[in-house]
């Protein structure tokens, strides 16, 4: 009988303690609604099974198997999580797990976010013939400049590429092979080193 009431005891302490613990996470604040937001730059990740797609910093490129683009101006709302960021595009609900170092890009995340996203979509306007259809086809073309260049292929890694005035800008095809592409002194891609 003694051991019944033990056992039935601890049961009670153990529910009344999970009941307490979800109360608790049930009244924590969620904080703010993520605001919806537009990708500046093609984004260029892999497929992985359902929606959910892994991104990174240093744009992995392709061509590779599961590679796909994530187009500029997508809606998206993007939430820092861990190392990283969860990018949640609005339309489809597709899910992008974006690698993030911040030792190796050298600023905040939120600066980050900033840099890759726009409260507004960006006007196609200002892009030459040869950007639009790089950015398109998420490739780089000779001819295309910086602007269309980093709108196709996404901001260059920064560990690789310090200064975008630079006419030599790194990108990764994957995670362990990078494509280089060098510009003229016009600010124009004159070739591309796979």
């Known amino acids: 009988m003694?051991?019944?009431?033990?056992?039935?005891?601890?049961?009670?302490?153990?529910?009344?303690f999970t009941g307490c613990v979800a109360l608790e996470s049930m009244n924590q604040d969620p904080g703010p609604p993520a605001v919806p937001r537009y990708t500046?730059?093609?984004?260029?990740?892999?497929q992985k099974s359902g929606s959910t797609i892994n991104a990174?910093?240093?744009?992995?490129?392709?061509?590779?198997?599961?590679?796909?683009?994530?187009?500029?101006?997508?809606?998206?709302?993007?939430?820092?999580?861990?190392r990283g960021l969860t990018i949640l595009m609005v339309e489809t609900g597709e899910k992008i797990n974006f690698q993030y170092d911040e030792k190796r890009v050298?600023?905040?995340v939120d600066e980050y976010i900033d840099l890759i996203t726009s409260p507004n979509p960006v006007s196609m306007k200002s892009f030459s013939k040869i950007d639009r259809k790089g950015i398109k086809e998420g490739k780089v073309f000779k001819g295309?400049?910086?602007k269309g260049v980093m709108a196709a292929f996404g901001y260059p890694?920064?560990?690789?590429?310090?200064?975008?005035?630079?006419?030599?800008?790194?990108?990764?095809k994957s995670r362990y092979g990078s494509k280089v592409v060098f510009f003229n002194t016009s600010g124009k891609v004159k070739s591309i080193k796979y």
Request: hydrophobic share 40%.
């Open 144 to 146: 295309m400049t910086k």
């Open 56 to 82: 990174s910093y240093a744009n992995w490129t392709g061509p590779f198997q599961g590679h796909m683009v994530v187009p500029m101006n997508t809606k998206v709302t993007v939430t820092p999580k861990g």
């Open 40 to 46: 500046k730059f093609n984004i260029h990740g892999q």
């Open 2 to 16: 003694k051991r019944f009431f033990i056992v039935h005891l601890l049961v009670l302490v153990m529910f009344l």
């Open 106 to 108: 050298e600023m905040s």
């Open 157 to 172: 890694a920064p560990h690789k590429t310090p200064s975008t005035k630079s006419n030599q800008w790194v990108y990764w």
